[in-house]
């Protein structure tokens, strides 16, 4: 048995704690049949377990497997063992959530009885495939969430540690939902009317197959990412060449969809290119705000990025690249081609074009607060500083302006409409380069030659 | 067996190791010391391939940390200054989960176990929870994980931090049996005291430096340290010592002489009696205790 799973099989299965979960499932399942009366309540109880236990609580101890190592000082230990990083992931992922496991599977079997029963074994079994893919796509990602986020070495708050369980909880309503659409019965979204097909890159595709190749997709995206930062967690390094092939994925999966954005009023005009670029763009810039923010900002690192390109180690530079610079160069690129391909297709869209110029400034200031927040000496929580800034600068100042009866300000801001047309864009990117200034001028003033 | 050239190690505000170079020979016991935020722990965790330097070369046991980092973790045994147990484990599991995820077989995993156990003296305590055993305890069992499978290299941050006289002694008696048995340790701490009994070679870091460039040797079973301390003063003491064969005077004053000179003991008795003939009035001659203290002093003195 792997080294770290039969750890935690020592810690988490106790004889106590097996009794105790057995016990208070039954008295649970004996409550709900005596209250409710009928087999329905009982299958009902069990689902509602079965998420409490395995995706909620999972996700969490999931999230707390790594951190909790560091917290309580034995990561180093394990970083110094012969285990692969492979054996490490599965240890850990599975290890930390087994007994959630050993609850859920308990769940699960009264779940499949009712299944099985009145749907028969097909139904009871593509359930179970379900069930089982909710609780390792929730646990994998945040597991995921916090494997990105301990290498920043200071996030081992509850704050932090519900972060990456709420991480793991939204993947697990996807799941959920993804579900819901091509489940036979519509059992898990009630009175919702499943079309049979879904349009991607113009064909029609059969919407269960589909959804269910992109469900493993993903989780298989999911367990490599974990599987990736572990290889850093052992510091082994892993190269770019991985985070661009999930962009280069995720921008063409998501560009697919461009027949969602055919009715839509603000982009009314644009030929399915500019919408699946837009699309793509819009990917990596959510990519490069949610990496921003769960990466390391390191100045050391910052500087020795620097040192290379300068030395001329280009191929060191770009091996050194953190995944949401990758999605920002990749954001700033799609929108550039966005913005030529509309101008040449429709050159009398000027307004949009301008509004797509100053999104992709407002892009670059917003990840540069967060290198500037981190960047400042004592700023241990920058990046929840900076989030208060975008809160700041994308919600409360609007509201104020708005109140003032001054809209003109709006632009700067975010993207808004100006007279004249360039103003936004210029604004936009000006306050881009203004910042970039603070963060770059903050990563050289850091620096101190010798120690304190 | 470790070798480090030109490392550069930098922390956001602060370079903490600048330019550091140094050699561990193998099956030596060398003491890292220096004064609190020196750099030892940051130096130690480069050894360890923990850090990765912003520049220059670590080398262990011919392995560049920075290629190799998994071969070199499956061979060196790192004890950090602050370390956690799994307080629910017993002493057994603990040490079993340590063999095993070094990557010890089946079969090789429960005489480890016995023969670490044994080691740090926990043979009777095997099925206690770690989190039942004392403070010296638990750091023997903390031992006992980092040995566990037989390193090559050994490293230990402040080691005896908090133990009793006792479970020093006995500490220093594990160390120096490991060193015996073919590991190189290394050994940092402040507390000077607590390395006398058993290191044989210093690096002393200062400010993120090698104090006098390399490390020097503190202890030679051949030629001893000693403190000779006269009555009266004599200002041709140094003249004295310096013009016989085999002394090698390190420090001397009017009353107080610190040399190196063979171990032999005719030519010590020899040494007394040639110093009371010439009018010296001994009142005190014998090996220093304090080898590496001085050394220390005399170190960071010339910086």
């Given at each position: 048995?792997?080294?770290?799973?039969?750890?935690?099989?020592?810690?988490?299965?106790?004889?106590?704690?097996?009794?105790?979960?057995?016990?208070?499932?039954?008295?649970?399942?004996?409550?709900?049949?005596?209250?409710?009366?009928?087999?329905?309540?009982?299958?009902?109880?069990?689902?509602?377990?079965?998420?409490?236990?395995?995706?909620?609580?999972?996700?969490?101890?999931?999230?707390?497997?790594?951190?909790?190592?560091?917290?309580?000082?034995?990561?180093?230990?394990?970083?110094?063992?012969?285990?692969?990083?492979?054996?490490?992931?599965?240890?850990?992922?599975?290890?930390?959530?087994?007994?959630?496991?050993?609850?859920?599977?308990?769940?699960?079997?009264?779940?499949?009885?009712?299944?099985?029963?009145?749907?028969?074994?097909?139904?009871?079994?593509?359930?179970?495939?379900?069930?089982?893919?909710?609780?390792?796509?929730?646990?994998?990602?945040?597991?995921?969430?916090?494997?990105?986020?301990?290498?920043?070495?200071?996030?081992?708050?509850?704050?932090?540690?519900?972060?990456?369980?709420?991480?793991?909880?939204?993947?697990?309503?996807?799941?959920?939902?993804?579900?819901?659409?091509?489940?036979?019965?519509?059992?898990?979204?009630?009175?919702?009317?499943?079309?049979?097909?879904?349009?991607?890159?113009?064909?029609?595709?059969?919407?269960?197959?589909?959804?269910?190749?992109?469900?493993?997709?993903?989780?298989?995206?999911?367990?490599?990412?974990?599987?990736?930062?572990?290889?850093?967690?052992?510091?082994?390094?892993?190269?770019?060449?991985?985070?661009?092939?999930?962009?280069?994925?995720?921008?063409?999966?998501?560009?697919?969809?461009?027949?969602?954005?055919?009715?839509?009023?603000?982009?009314?005009?644009?030929?399915?290119?500019?919408?699946?670029?837009?699309?793509?763009?819009?990917?990596?810039?959510?990519?490069?705000?949610?990496?921003?923010?769960?990466?390391?900002?390191?100045?050391?690192?910052?500087?020795?990025?620097?040192?290379?390109?300068?030395?001329?180690?280009?191929?060191?530079?770009?091996?050194?690249?953190?995944?949401?610079?990758?999605?920002?160069?990749?954001?700033?690129?799609?929108?550039?081609?966005?913005?030529?391909?509309?101008?040449?297709?429709?050159?009398?869209?000027?307004?949009?074009?301008?509004?797509?110029?100053?999104?992709?400034?407002?892009?670059?200031?917003?990840?540069?607060?967060?290198?500037?927040?981190?960047?400042?000496?004592?700023?241990?929580?920058?990046?929840?500083?900076?989030?208060?800034?975008?809160?700041?600068?994308?919600?409360?100042?609007?509201?104020?302006?708005?109140?003032?009866?001054?809209?003109?300000?709006?632009?700067?801001?975010?993207?808004?409409?100006?007279?004249?047309?360039?103003?936004?864009?210029?604004?936009?990117?000006?306050?881009?380069?203004?910042?970039?200034?603070?963060?770059?001028?903050?990563?050289?003033?850091?620096?101190?030659?010798?120690?304190? | 067996?470790?070798?480090?050239?030109?490392?550069?190690?930098?922390?956001?505000?602060?370079?903490?190791?600048?330019?550091?170079?140094?050699?561990?020979?193998?099956?030596?016991?060398?003491?890292?010391?220096?004064?609190?935020?020196?750099?030892?722990?940051?130096?130690?965790?480069?050894?360890?391939?923990?850090?990765?330097?912003?520049?220059?070369?670590?080398?262990?046991?011919?392995?560049?940390?920075?290629?190799?980092?998994?071969?070199?973790?499956?061979?060196?045994?790192?004890?950090?200054?602050?370390?956690?147990?799994?307080?629910?484990?017993?002493?057994?599991?603990?040490?079993?989960?340590?063999?095993?995820?070094?990557?010890?077989?089946?079969?090789?995993?429960?005489?480890?176990?016995?023969?670490?156990?044994?080691?740090?003296?926990?043979?009777?305590?095997?099925?206690?929870?770690?989190?039942?055993?004392?403070?010296?305890?638990?750091?023997?069992?903390?031992?006992?994980?980092?040995?566990?499978?037989?390193?090559?290299?050994?490293?230990?941050?402040?080691?005896?931090?908090?133990?009793?006289?006792?479970?020093?002694?006995?500490?220093?008696?594990?160390?120096?049996?490991?060193?015996?048995?073919?590991?190189?340790?290394?050994?940092?701490?402040?507390?000077?005291?607590?390395?006398?009994?058993?290191?044989?070679?210093?690096?002393?870091?200062?400010?993120?430096?090698?104090?006098?460039?390399?490390?020097?040797?503190?202890?030679?079973?051949?030629?001893?340290?000693y403190?000779l301390?006269?009555?009266?003063?004599?200002?041709?003491?140094?003249?004295f010592l310096?013009a016989r064969a085999g002394i090698?005077?390190?420090?001397?004053?009017?009353?107080?002489?610190?040399?190196?000179f063979t171990r032999n003991p005719q030519q010590r008795s020899k040494l007394i009696r040639d110093l009371v003939t010439a009018?010296f009035?001994v009142?005190?001659f014998?090996?220093?205790?304090?080898?590496?203290?001085?050394?220390?002093?005399?170190?960071?003195?010339?910086?």
């Amino acid at each position: 048995m792997n080294a770290e799973f039969q750890r935690n099989v020592w810690i988490e299965l106790t004889p106590r704690r097996l009794i105790l979960m057995v016990v208070l499932l039954t008295l649970a399942f004996f409550a709900s049949a005596i209250a409710g009366g009928s087999e329905y309540d009982l299958a009902s109880t069990a689902r509602l377990l079965f998420y409490a236990i395995v995706v909620v609580w999972g996700s969490r101890n999931a999230a707390l497997a790594v951190v909790g190592e560091i917290r309580d000082r034995t990561w180093d230990m394990q970083l110094l063992s012969s285990i692969t990083p492979g054996a490490m992931t599965w240890g850990k992922l599975f290890g930390s959530t087994v007994y959630n496991w050993f609850g859920g599977a308990i769940c699960l079997a009264v779940l499949e009885v009712q299944r099985a029963t009145h749907g028969g074994i097909a139904t009871a079994l593509i359930d179970l495939v379900y069930f089982v893919a909710v609780g390792v796509i929730s646990q994998a990602a945040a597991f995921l969430a916090s494997l990105i986020a301990v290498r920043r070495r200071q996030s081992h708050s509850r704050l932090d540690i519900f972060v990456y369980q709420t991480i793991g909880l939204v993947a697990g309503v996807a799941v959920y939902t993804i579900w819901g659409l091509v489940d036979p019965a519509n059992a898990l979204l009630l009175h919702k009317t499943a079309d049979d097909a879904v349009i991607w890159w113009g064909r029609a595709i059969d919407r269960r197959g589909f959804l269910l190749l992109s469900l493993a997709i993903f989780t298989a995206w999911t367990l490599l990412g974990c599987y990736r930062e572990m290889r850093l967690e052992l510091k082994m390094k892993n190269g770019t060449l991985v985070w661009l092939l999930w962009l280069v994925f995720i921008g063409i999966y998501v560009a697919g969809f461009d027949v969602w954005l055919s009715t839509d009023k603000t982009v009314a005009g644009w030929d399915a290119g500019s919408l699946r670029l837009a699309l793509a763009g819009a990917t990596f810039t959510v990519l490069t705000y949610l990496m921003v923010f769960l990466e390391p900002k390191d100045r050391v690192h910052f500087r020795w990025l620097g040192s290379q390109i300068s030395s001329g180690r280009v191929g060191a530079f770009l091996g050194g690249l953190q995944a949401w610079m990758m999605s920002y160069i990749a954001a700033i690129v799609c929108t550039g081609v966005l913005l030529y391909w509309l101008h040449q297709s429709r050159p009398d869209l000027v307004d949009q074009l301008a509004l797509i110029g100053a999104a992709s400034g407002f892009l670059t200031r917003d990840v540069l607060i967060f290198v500037f927040m981190r960047s400042l000496p004592g700023r241990r929580r920058g990046d929840f500083a900076a989030l208060g800034i975008l809160f700041a600068l994308y919600v409360l100042a609007p509201a104020i302006i708005n109140g003032l009866g001054l809209q003109n300000l709006l632009m700067l801001f975010y993207p808004y409409p100006t007279s004249p047309v360039w103003m936004g864009p210029v604004v936009a990117w000006a306050e881009g380069i203004a910042m970039a200034t603070l963060a770059f001028g903050q990563i050289a003033l850091s620096r101190k030659p010798t120690t304190a | 067996m470790i070798e480090v050239t030109d490392l550069v190690y930098e922390y956001p505000t602060v370079r903490a190791l600048n330019g550091v170079s140094l050699r561990v020979a193998p099956q030596t016991i060398t003491a890292l010391v220096g004064p609190n935020g020196a750099g030892k722990t940051t130096l130690l965790r480069c050894l360890a391939a923990l850090d990765m330097p912003y520049s220059g070369q670590v080398t262990v046991d011919g392995l560049d940390t920075a290629v190799s980092p998994r071969e070199i973790h499956a061979r060196l045994g790192y004890l950090p200054d602050f370390y956690g147990l799994y307080d629910e484990l017993s002493v057994r599991r603990c040490l079993t989960y340590a063999a095993r995820a070094h990557g010890l077989t089946a079969d090789k995993v429960a005489a480890a176990v016995d023969t670490a156990a044994a080691r740090v003296g926990l043979s009777d305590r095997l099925e206690t929870p770690a989190g039942e055993l004392s403070r010296g305890l638990r750091q023997r069992l903390a031992i006992g994980q980092t040995i566990v499978h037989e390193p090559r290299v050994l490293l230990l941050d402040e080691p005896a931090a908090g133990l009793d006289p006792q479970a020093r002694r006995d500490l220093s008696a594990l160390l120096v049996s490991l060193k015996d048995a073919g590991m190189t340790l290394v050994v940092s701490s402040h507390i000077l005291a607590e390395l006398e009994d058993y290191c044989s070679e210093m690096i002393i870091i200062e400010g993120g430096r090698i104090a006098g460039g390399k490390a020097v040797k503190v202890r030679d079973v051949e030629r001893p340290r000693y403190i000779l301390e006269i009555a009266t003063a004599r200002s041709d003491l140094r003249d004295f010592l310096s013009a016989r064969a085999g002394i090698d005077v390190i420090e001397v004053d009017e009353h107080h002489a610190l040399f190196t000179f063979t171990r032999n003991p005719q030519q010590r008795s020899k040494l007394i009696r040639d110093l009371v003939t010439a009018g010296f009035e001994v009142s005190s001659f014998g090996e220093s205790t304090r080898a590496l203290e001085d050394t220390y002093f005399a170190q960071v003195g010339k910086q």
